[in-house]
């Protein structure tokens, strides 16, 4: 019999260690039941003393031990346009594993397509926020593909309903890694033969196979963002789909797109072509993405998104963490990320994850991103960039910024 949570029940969640370097217990009270089923319970809760919310995601099972070689609670990804996963607590009292996710309001792709709409008084503005989403959206994919050279981590279950998005753009983040094949994980690969994503938009040809590439997600990809510009999913009715699972051509053929250009059309072609045709990464696809925006003047419209150009000046910024100052200087990468107790790291890409704060550069200003819900801004600025003076605090010692010049 599972032990499901009920509505205002109280339960302490720790962490479970597993090389974290740092415990993180919260005290949780549950608010509201989003889904239950024989294997799984959703739940919106909060923090009792912070009143933070959380999505707690509950998974029974009587051998817990397979359960949690394989979940999403070990995928530890920092980037704005991913869901912040802060890891599982086996509970073999009650035959159940329970994983604390960061809580995002609003709608995914899918419903904010049948409800708001994509925000916009013209086609071309509403043509604008569909290119932010999809290049936050293409970003985060990059991220979680670059955390390692080899063996990469693959999502394998890209569909609209796991991006969660903001009609004006503004907010994007890929959720649900419950398919995800984690980085040097045999268990991952032969563990979940029997079904990897969703009818649709998954690659027929990886079906129920052992094999695990980045060729997945991008085939995946380029279907999620054929349904953004369009507001249509690509297969659709048992014919359609019974015809694209026979993984013959018409499942790597892209139907007609009225109203988008040819450029962009041929770009989500190539996503979803055959193999030995489709891109290889997930760089090329930002790559042709942004030639094709600059070409039609439509670049200068989207948000920052945490890169730079090659030519851009050494930006000297220094910060101190209690009497310790750390001077990197940052060009040609994305974060600076902080990990409180160990050295200091720069990072070309984000692959080291600073568990507390990220500073990032934004043309020639430095903007910060907080990662952990005990560090806070003592005194700041200005809300919108990192300026030479401001301090933030974490567990009592003070990260406080020196030079930006």
């Not at 200068?300 to 990197?328: A, C, H, M, N």
Request: glycine content about 6%; hydrophobic content about 35%.
């Amino acid at each position: 019999m599972n032990h499901y949570f009920e509505e205002g029940e109280t339960f302490l969640w720790v962490r479970d260690k597993e090389g974290q370097s740092e415990d993180l217990i919260v005290s949780l009270r549950i608010l509201k039941e989003r889904y239950r089923t024989s294997l799984k319970q959703g739940l919106l809760a909060e923090d009792t003393f912070s009143g933070r919310k959380y999505f707690v995601k509950v998974l029974f099972c009587e051998n817990l031990d397979s359960l949690y070689v394989e979940k999403e609670s070990k995928v530890q990804l920092y980037s704005p346009y991913i869901i912040r996963i802060y890891g599982g607590m086996l509970d073999r009292s009650s035959s159940r594993f329970i994983t604390l996710l960061e809580y995002i309001p609003g709608y995914d792709l899918s419903d904010l397509m049948y409800h708001e709409g994509i925000a916009g008084d013209s086609w071309g503005q509403k043509m604008a926020v569909c290119h932010r989403i999809a290049m936050k959206f293409l970003y985060g994919i990059d991220y979680y593909m670059s955390v390692y050279e080899t063996d990469p981590i693959i999502h394998r279950d890209l569909k609209p309903e796991n991006l969660m998005v903001s009609s004006d753009g503004s907010r994007v983040k890929i959720i649900d890694f419950d398919w995800v094949h984690l980085h040097d994980s045999s268990q991952t690969v032969t563990l979940r033969r029997q079904q990897k994503g969703t009818p649709g938009y998954a690659d027929p040809r990886y079906w129920n196979s052992y094999i695990c590439r980045k060729e997945m997600d991008i085939y995946s990809a380029g279907l999620v963002l054929y349904f953004l510009y369009t507001g249509n999913h690509h297969f659709h009715g048992n014919e359609e789909i019974q015809r694209y699972m026979a993984g013959d051509q018409y499942a790597y053929t892209l139907k007609e797109m009225p109203g988008v250009d040819r450029e962009l059309y041929g770009i989500i072609a190539k996503m979803i072509a055959p193999d030995e045709e489709r891109y290889r990464e997930i760089k090329d696809v930002i790559r042709d993405m942004k030639a094709y925006l600059k070409n039609h003047n439509l670049w200068e419209d989207l948000p920052e998104l945490l890169e730079e150009e090659e030519d851009k000046d050494v930006i000297r910024f220094s910060y101190q963490i209690g009497e310790v100052t750390y001077r990197p200087y940052v060009k040609k990468c994305r974060f600076v990320p902080i990990e409180f107790g160990i050295r200091q790291e720069r990072s070309r890409n984000g692959r080291y994850s600073g568990h507390i704060m990220s500073f990032y550069r934004v043309g020639d200003r430095m903007k910060a991103v907080l990662l952990h819900e005990d560090c806070h801004p003592l005194s700041v600025a200005s809300p919108d960039y990192v300026s030479a003076g401001d301090v933030y605090s974490y567990a009592g010692t003070q990260i406080k910024v020196l030079q930006i010049r």
